[in-house]
């Protein structure tokens, strides 16, 4: 019985499996004879309270685009690790770390392979590498974020992961990813390196562009990027008979910046994506990313904002995302807590904020919700990294006061893979947690597209086939 356990649990591993649909007995009901809308919103506000049902409801509903996801965070460990075998890689045992080889038994390296055939081992890495059976009781701030450093070069396989995350949204109706990531390769920071700092930001840029910023930046992200998508296209059999779903999911990409790393990469990165964004139509913003609170991100805050409002001038048709408010008491000193979403608006242009979960204890709190309800500044709403890094939940996450004041806000995964979640368990926590109706979550969906950073046909059209999306699926019975 454990022998056919093991062969099952290790075939599961192997990426095509994910691509093919798991055919379901339908369950006993009442039949529905009234469709449309309103019909749906009865039948929902009938369900919402019986978690099997609601499920399958949110898990077949369409879902329009996740606005906030890092792909390197998006893959489940088991695809890591089964790419780490494929590529011969190893496993530091102590830390439970995907390494480069050579691989040794007896200095606790096995290879990645051998974890494929030890159970026990192998579930170790998926704790490790993941929120998997994580302890509450426990630091989830820190478990959180030091998986990342885990995956080690198996998370270098953008196109695998591209095709994953595509194939995965597209079995739960999402139509639009906005993935964050490094598009070049570390090009911008190598430049950065050899330009000291200035503070007349002005000269700075003039100094990073000189050496060859841009030239270096484009050539190396459209070289990774190409071959990426074009990996992704292989895998998921794009333009054959036999075709992933996957292939319907447009995809569009947020650059991320480093916010704890030196000063000359942040900037040179910032310049980098700047231009890069007004250069490729699928790098469509800049993110800061990494934890808030880390004593760098703190210390360089103000200085962060004080780049992108300047270099908001040079590019005003850039777009800009940044994570903001992903605190909470206790985590920082009470004066961090004050103005880090309002200053990411004011000074840093963002017209979208990722998390925002500390805005009640920003320096007058109603104000900031009424300015950013009247700039419709939409908020990104993660609640499962809310709830494991922040233990945020419930009734002391303010998805409930962004709605009440009329602050456009959308569902978003976040890092699903890191936390074992959905795009589905997202809305299944969203509507068990703030007791939502049918037309609040409609409404968030809409608003992942109206939101959304693409040019206006492809918004055009996401939006067409979303209304048509609804309307098929509102005349279904449920």
């Not at 503070?199 to 100094?207: I, Q």
């Not at 469509?284 to 103000?302: C, G, H, K, M």
């Not at 900031?368 to 809310?386: D, F, N």
Request: with cysteine.
């Amino acid at each position: 019985m454990r022998t056919r356990h093991r062969r099952a649990l290790i075939a599961g591993l192997v990426f095509a499996a994910s691509t093919h649909a798991v055919a379901q007995a339908p369950a006993a009901r009442t039949p529905i004879t009234q469709t449309g809308e309103a019909a749906t919103a009865r039948r929902f506000a009938s369900l919402k309270h019986d978690p099997l049902r609601l499920y399958a409801f949110l898990k077949e509903m369409p879902k329009g685009g996740d606005l906030h996801s890092h792909l390197s965070g998006a893959v489940y460990a088991e695809n890591y690790l089964a790419w780490a075998a494929a590529d011969g890689l190893c496993v530091a045992t102590e830390t439970m770390t995907i390494v480069r080889g050579p691989c040794d038994d007896k200095a606790g390296t096995p290879p990645a392979s051998a974890l494929l055939q030890n159970l026990p081992l192998f579930g170790q890495a998926i704790d490790a590498m993941s929120m998997r059976h994580w302890d509450p009781a426990r630091n989830g701030h820190d478990h959180f974020f030091e998986t990342f450093g885990k995956f080690g070069p198996a998370s270098t396989k953008t196109g695998d992961m591209l095709a994953d995350v595509a194939s995965r949204a597209a079995a739960e109706r999402v139509s639009y990813l906005e993935l964050m990531i490094t598009p070049d390769g570390g090009a911008a920071v190598a430049v950065g390196t050899t330009i000291s700092a200035e503070t007349d930001l002005a000269r700075w840029r003039d100094r990073l562009l000189a050496a060859g910023l841009r030239e270096k930046v484009l050539s190396a992200a459209k070289q990774r990027l190409d071959t990426a998508e074009a990996r992704q296209k292989e895998l998921l059999r794009c333009g054959t008979p036999k075709a992933d779903a996957g292939c319907g999911v447009t995809i569009r990409y947020i650059a991320q910046i480093a916010r704890a790393a030196p000063r000359t990469s942040v900037f040179a990165q910032m310049v980098g994506w700047f231009e890069l964004a007004s250069a490729d139509p699928r790098v469509v913003s800049l993110n800061l990313v990494q934890p808030e609170d880390d004593p760098t991100a703190v210390r360089d805050f103000n200085l962060h904002m004080t780049m992108l409002d300047f270099l908001h001038r040079q590019y005003p048709d850039v777009p800009i995302a940044l994570h903001a408010g992903e605190l909470v008491n206790g985590l920082v000193p009470p004066e961090v807590l004050r103005s880090h979403i309002r200053d990411s608006i004011t000074n840093g242009h963002a017209r979208r904020i990722g998390h925002a979960t500390s805005v009640m204890n920003e320096d007058d709190p109603y104000g900031l919700l009424r300015e950013m309800a009247e700039r419709k500044i939409l908020v990104e709403i993660t609640l499962s990294s809310s709830d494991q890094i922040l233990s945020v939940k419930g009734a002391q996450h303010p998805l409930r006061l962004f709605l009440e004041y009329g602050v456009p806000v959308a569902i978003a995964t976040d890092d699903p893979g890191v936390a074992r979640s959905s795009h589905t368990l997202e809305f299944v926590n969203a509507v068990e947690e703030h007791d939502l109706d049918y037309p609040t979550i409609k409404r968030m969906v809409r608003n992942s597209i109206d939101y959304a950073f693409a040019d206006s046909a492809t918004k055009t059209r996401l939006k067409s086939d979303l209304e048509r999306s609804f309307t098929a699926f509102e005349r279904m019975p449920h």
